[in-house]
């Protein structure tokens, strides 16, 4: 077992050095061409043609209104261990993935498998804007209006086999790109998993975008999962691989703490965290502590789900 240990975020969000390191991210950027990456590429034939329409996206049923986190600090207070531990860490090194071309492999009990452009994925898909609280185990919440479309949709379109018990979710590994996937923090690649009934629930999400535009690499470009009622850390982000299985898998941070990071990972305020408790939290850009809801303020959706199971058993 390693000695590594989810660190306590610091104790302020965005600090004067994180504003100048963004000035300076840009002014690389452009140096580096990469900012023309946005103009319409005449050198590149998957270049982007889904992102035009993220901004007509509309609000679903589905969506939490209310007060939005924002953009700022949804860009820049991030987990995303491949680009260093630290909440700044993502916004500053994951200007280096590359995030087009990219490929999304489906493989396992479903009767459509193979490997697919991000494009040829998408060019299916209407989009929509859900507006969902993201709740860390660490105890700091966000309200962030993603742009994406329900799994389920995806997944009935590769007609998944009767043996098809859960989905597991697989990260890049490509330490060239991810530099902290270089040291052992994780047992790279980040890997998460949903039982069937989880992943077909039409409030679970790949989300594309956020503030009606593309997703920040760090927020898990180009293309993340949103599970708004567990966790966060079940909302895996920059996913190559989907695979369909009858074994329930062992995603990274159970096999990392299983007594810590269960899967289920439900919002749950009566069940500590071993470290600390879960009963409040603390929303970005707000002063005070809220009191944390059950399954995130989703239990109407979701608390049939688990009907059958102990809670603070399967955690
Ligand atoms: N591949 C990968 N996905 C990840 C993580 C990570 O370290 N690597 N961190 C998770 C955690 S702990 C949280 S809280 C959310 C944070 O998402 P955000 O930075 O977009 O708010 O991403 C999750 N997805
Ligand atoms: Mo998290």
Redesign the pocket.
Known sequence: MRAFRYPKPPPSEITPRQLFERRREFLRQSASGLALAAAPALWSTSAWSWTGRLGDAKATEFTTYGDKTPKEA?KTY?????FGTGKDD?HKNAHKLQTDPWSLEISGEVEKSGTFGLEDVLKHQTFEERIYR?R??EAWS?V?PWVGFPLAELLKRHDPTSRAKYVVFE?LHDPEQMPAQRRDILDWP?KEGLRMDEAMHPLTILAVGLYGDVLPN???APIRLVVPWKY??K????IVRIHLQEERPVSTWEAERPNEYGFYATVNPEVRHPRWHQATERRIGEDGRRRTEKFNGYGEHVAHLYESMDLSEHR
């Open positions: 949804i991030n987990n995303f261990f491949e993502p993201l860390c185990v966000m962030i990260t980040y760090q927020n898990g966060g850390y909302s895996i982000k920059s």
